[in-house]
């Protein structure tokens, strides 16, 4: 029972490793395909497959092992420089990236992988793998062309007689650690092929003082692979740090080994048959080798680094570059060790309690005030001010950045324009703009329609563009920033822009508007977002089925935001998101009206005035020379409670309006959890949730944007009474 | 899987059946210095070897080489010969040339 846990637990690590490998080929390989591909990242790419591969490895699942080791083959050949990037190469490389994420899920789900598919990759890369791998592959078809690439490649590669030489003396210690040398030898199989073994027992005590749990024996090994020195290294990158573990790549100078053995403490005669015997040297170079030893013992020792550098084992560069790495990789290793990973569901349970945490507190703050003793309140407020605190740093935690969703997104522009024939590029900015975790993965679907969409009806064919002056390659641009309590994330292209007056038309013979209505520019462009609404002239696979828009604008309105569109005929269209940043818990601002109470999001209050008298009539005031539409709650919702002689408005602002809303009393700022409205109440205008007050009171929350937009476009009227929907449907 | 030591009733001959590795090699190591203390020859039998790895290996290369005493392996396992195979100690060993020939066929036929 404990095992299969433990076993789920871990492939569940598998899974999540490998799909952030996944992604991150993608990423080098779009990289690579734009031109943009920096030196780290054939070394990357060929880690991300060699990690895949051997993960897949210990869970047994042979097919992800057989179909990887192929890919990262030719990404090792990559990396080597045998072979260069072509589109065609990135093109199958993403297919087989694809693949290999299908296989992952598809097995860790218990299904069958599609191994047909497998071959069919294998059969593509045969192009680029070397000669001994595509003969292990299936069927292999000779193409001319293949086989010239096979000549330049075994040309690039070692002679059969040249062999790595790999001298392992592990740490004592490695056997209680879990770990076996000769599994680690074996592994080394995996790289190429094992010539020769010599197990060294040189310092084997005696069976009566022996520790058989420590390891005593050290191994010579003569390997032939055509693998990296990095690969090979890669082998050992989880031995102790005290084992002693020297890698000579193949032609190596037989001065070479007196570095190897002037650095071990066996008998250098014995190290040196030994040698001979692994088949990495001759008997005359052996000879000349230990001959040039004894000249240099007659000068004073050099130290072992000065012997490894004179005798041109390793050049002073790449000692420095080596140094460098390690640095690298250990400060890499320390960020890692930095974030630590938490189920989310621990997360929102946390949060859950912390929202109940903040109920209370504010619960308790208030019974306090009503007693009047000083350092009874002190001490509430001093708790009240932890709380929230706690919230903040709770609600945090749950914070990731956009560019998680961005990520996705290189890719299927990449896709969606080679599908439509049109060349488009993609910039991303404010990756780093953080929002709830929750909104990250809702907000995935309703951007991956408007990308789409804005390629597809957006972006002119190249020929239109070039007819009217502009570049040829079209450009989405992606941004995101935050404003006040909000982030805002906009696709923006550099295409036609809307028309107004064919989306007018379309709406009037689909019905959506009546015939001669009169509508302004912003109106008419969110006509694009009603239900059935399509004016592309030609539907393709991609969009122009008049679903999506609408499907779009429901998920964002459930997410409490809102879409905005502007565009510039010929110079393109910018819709807008704007969403709150979380859905949990906010600062609210709590006024009244009647006897009912009403939370403000209050990252969207400007300030609060009074009403002026004598506007009794009117629903907006004059504010420092401006008109300011404002809307009276009272009446939006059928107040009939106590009035205020002297209401006041609440200014307002959301996405770059400002309207005010009239109340009767203003209690000032408080906590809010957001609690869901239940099913019955989903459909209420203009009120986003509710929450439960300090003193026990339940306070709708205002869904201040669905407000403004009804306020601002002058038809809030209708969402009176209305349906949630019907208000921006009839915006429209 | 733990390791079954079976000594014969003349001591001169042990069976180690299971596992032979880092998991058991301390308390076989025991059980062959008692019996090295009753007798200098000895057989020992690796036909019911499961599993062995680095430390089993290293036993028997100590085993091998306590002074006075003459240990001989028989039936080795095919795990067994696999690993002296790899590890070309065969002929460190010493053991029945026949028995070390047939692993190397055997591997070499893998």
């Given at each position: 029972m404990d095992t299969n846990d433990e076993l789920a637990e871990a492939l569940g690590v598998f899974m999540e490793e490998a799909r952030e490998l996944l992604a991150q080929m993608e990423e080098i390989l779009l990289r690579e395909e734009a031109g943009g591909?920096?030196?780290?990242d054939l070394p990357a790419l060929f880690r991300c497959a060699h990690t895949i591969k051997g993960s897949a490895g210990m869970f047994g699942f042979d097919e992800v092992v057989r179909f990887t080791h192929v890919v990262e083959n030719v990404l090792d050949r990559l990396r080597n420089g045998a072979i260069g990037f072509s589109r065609q190469l990135v093109g199958v490389l993403l297919d087989c990236q694809d693949h290999i994420a299908g296989l992952v899920s598809t097995i860790a789900e218990g299904g069958t992988p599609d191994i047909a598919r497998s071959d069919e990759l294998i059969a593509e890369l045969r192009a680029w793998t070397a000669a001994d791998d595509a003969a292990g592959a299936a069927a292999p078809r000779q193409l001319p062309a293949e086989s010239a690439v096979r000549v330049a490649a075994s040309g690039g590669g070692g002679t059969g007689s040249d062999y790595w030489h790999l001298s392992l003396r592990f740490a004592p210690g490695i056997l209680a650690e879990g770990m076996d040398p000769m599994c680690f030898i074996n592994y080394l199989g995996t790289c190429g092929r094992i010539v020769h073994v010599e197990t060294i027992t040189d310092h084997l005590p005696t069976l009566d003082e022996a520790?058989?749990?420590l390891c005593h024996i050290g191994f010579e090994v003569a390997l032939d692979s055509p693998a990296g020195k990095e690969e090979i290294e890669r082998v050992f990158q989880?031995?102790?740090?005290n084992s002693h573990i020297v890698i000579l790549p193949p032609?190596?100078?037989?001065?070479?080994f007196i570095g190897l053995i002037e650095s071990l403490d066996e008998d250098s005669a014995r190290l040196g048959e030994i040698l001979v015997a692994c088949g990495t040297l001759t008997p005359q170079e052996l000879d000349t080798a230990l001959r040039a030893q004894q000249q240099s013992r007659q000068d004073t020792p050099p130290r072992l680094g000065a012997i490894l550098v004179d005798s041109g084992m390793v050049a002073p560069a790449v000692v420095g570059a080596a140094i460098e790495k390690q640095q690298r990789n250990e400060e890499k290793r320390r960020s890692e060790t930095k974030s630590l990973k938490v189920p989310s569901e621990r997360l929102d349970a946390l949060i859950d309690r912390v929202g109940e945490l903040v109920i209370a507190g504010a619960g308790t703050h208030a019974q306090a005030v009503k007693i009047q003793r000083r350092d009874l309140q002190e001490s509430a407020s001093l708790l009240l001010s932890l709380v929230e605190d706690i919230r903040d740093m709770a609600l945090r935690l749950r914070m990731v950045a956009i560019g998680e969703v961005f990520s996705r997104f290189p890719r299927v522009v990449r896709d969606v324009s080679r599908e439509l024939g049109k060349d488009i590029e993609l910039r991303i900015s404010g990756a780093e703009a953080e929002l709830d975790k929750s909104m990250v993965e809702k907000v995935g679907d309703p951007l991956m329609h408007l990308i789409r969409n804005s390629m597809d009806h957006g972006i002119e064919a190249a020929e239109v563009r070039a007819a009217s002056g502009k570049p040829v390659r079209g450009t989405v641009a992606l941004n995101a920033c935050h404003e006040s309590g909000a982030i805002i994330i906009e696709v923006a292209d550099?295409?036609?822009?809307?028309d107004a007056d064919r989306i007018l038309k379309k709406a009037i013979e689909k019905g959506i508007v009546a015939e001669g209505a009169n509508l302004s520019t912003q109106e008419i462009y969110q006509l694009?977002?009603?239900?059935?609404f399509s004016t592309a002239e030609t539907v393709t696979n991609l969009s122009g089925?008049?679903?999506g828009m609408d499907v779009v604008k429901n998920n964002v309105e459930a997410l409490r935001g809102t879409l905005d569109i502007d565009s510039v005929p010929g110079q393109g269209t910018t819709i807008r998101l704007c969403l709150p940043?979380?859905?949990?818990?906010i600062d609210g601002f709590h006024v009244g009206v009647g006897s009912t109470h009403f939370i403000v999001p209050l990252d969207m209050v400007v300030e609060c005035v009074e009403l002026p008298t004598g506007?009794?009539?009117?629903?907006y005031m004059e504010q420092r020379g401006e008109a300011l539409p404002f809307v009276r709650l009272r009446q939006l919702f059928g107040e009939h409670g106590p009035a205020h002689i002297r209401p006041r408005v609440v200014i307002v602002r959301f996405a770059g309006k400002r309207a005010g809303l009239v109340v009767d009393r203003i209690y000032g700022k408080c906590q809010t959890v957001i609690k869901p409205l239940g099913p019955l109440f989903e459909?209420?205008?203009?009120?986003?949730g509710s929450t439960i007050l300090g003193d026990g009171e339940v306070a709708l929350i205002i869904d201040v944007a669905q407000l403004i937009q009804g306020v601002v476009t002058r038809n809030w009227q209708a969402t009176h009474g209305g349906t949630a929907r019907g208000a921006t449907a009839l915006a429209a | 899987m733990a390791c079954e030591i079976v000594v014969d009733a003349g001591a001169q001959s042990i069976a180690l059946r299971g596992e032979l590795t880092i998991y058991t090699v301390g308390e076989i190591r025991i059980r062959l210095l008692d019996v090295m203390a009753m007798t200098d020859k000895i057989d020992i039998d690796l036909?019911?070897?499961?599993e062995i790895d680095t430390a089993g290996l290293q036993l028997m290369l100590l085993a091998k080489r306590k002074p006075g005493k003459e240990v001989t392996f028989t039936h080795h396992s095919a795990v067994v010969l696999h690993l002296v195979d790899m590890a070309s100690v065969g002929l460190m060993l010493g053991d029945p040339l026949v028995i070390s020939a047939g692993g190397m066929a055997q591997t070499a036929g893998n």
């Open positions: 591909g920096s030196e780290e520790d058989p749990e989880f031995v102790a740090e032609h190596s100078k037989a001065t070479e550099d295409g036609g822009g809307l694009i977002l009603a239900p059935g089925r008049g679903v940043l979380t859905l949990a818990i506007l009794d009539h009117f629903d459909q209420v205008p203009c009120v986003s | 036909g019911g070897v499961a």
